[in-house]
T-cell receptor
């Protein structure tokens, strides 16, 4: 059974804190993605990675960075959290190429106060 | 302008009804198309990919109209378990664009 796990379901951080969101997949997928989901805006791609140490910006990379040191793990970093980064963050993985199913993790609800 | 637009609904239909959702996309160079389903407070899951010739999976039929830049999803004989939000997804190069979703409630 395919599995994508995220380190926390709920997280509360203060403005200015550095925040790490971790994602691990056990399917040996090359592609990994980070999205945020907001009401009325849907899911928006922040970053994705198609291989270890490789990354590409998505639609809304500002204020975020990522790290992929191992194939199974993809981290999203908020260098200095702001209130407008309060959101649901979803990680996904897929086989290489663009036509394969993305498997999503359960999401992390981040609140920045 | 949004890359992908969907009618948010909600669509409230009785069991057994047929319901159709449309989704439009703005970039004619878009390459791949999908419908995902998202249950309340859950992660999205792939329902079906959408192929140029149209495709069917049981009670679900997906169609793509490249000339008019829209994709559609038809659900026949609706079940209570079909209640969810349906997300239209379009790929352009390495970018994936999700619609905001269409909410469906199937009523007994």
């Amino acid at each position: 059974d395919v599995k994508v796990t995220q380190s926390s379901r709920y997280l509360v951080k203060r403005t200015g804190e550095k925040v790490f969101l971790e994602c691990v997949q056990d399917m040996d997928h090359e592609n990994m993605f980070w999205y945020r989901q907001d009401p009325g805006l849907g899911l928006r791609l922040i970053y994705f990675s198609y291989d270890v140490k490789m990354k590409e910006k998505g639609d809304i990379p500002e204020g975020y960075s990522v790290s992929r040191e191992k194939k199974e793990r993809f981290s999203l970093i908020l260098e200095s959290a702001s209130t407008n980064q309060t959101s649901m963050y979803l990680c996904a993985s897929s086989l290489p190429g663009g036509d394969y199913e993305q498997y999503f993790g359960p999401g992390t609800r981040l609140t920045v106060t | 302008r949004k890359e992908v637009e969907q009618d948010p609904g909600p669509f409230n239909v009785p069991e057994g009804a047929t319901v159709a959702f449309n989704c439009t996309y703005s970039n004619s160079a878009s390459q791949s198309f999908f419908w995902y389903r998202q249950d309340c407070r859950k992660e999205p899951k792939l329902l079906m990919s959408v192929y140029s010739s149209g495709n069917e999976d049981g009670r679900f039929t997906a169609q793509l109209n490249r000339a008019s830049q829209y994709i559609s999803l038809l659900i026949r004989d609706s079940k209570l378990s079909d209640s969810a939000t349906y997300l239209c997804v379009v790929r352009l190069g390495n970018q994936f664009y999700f619609g905001t979703g269409t909410s469906l409630t199937v009523i007994p």
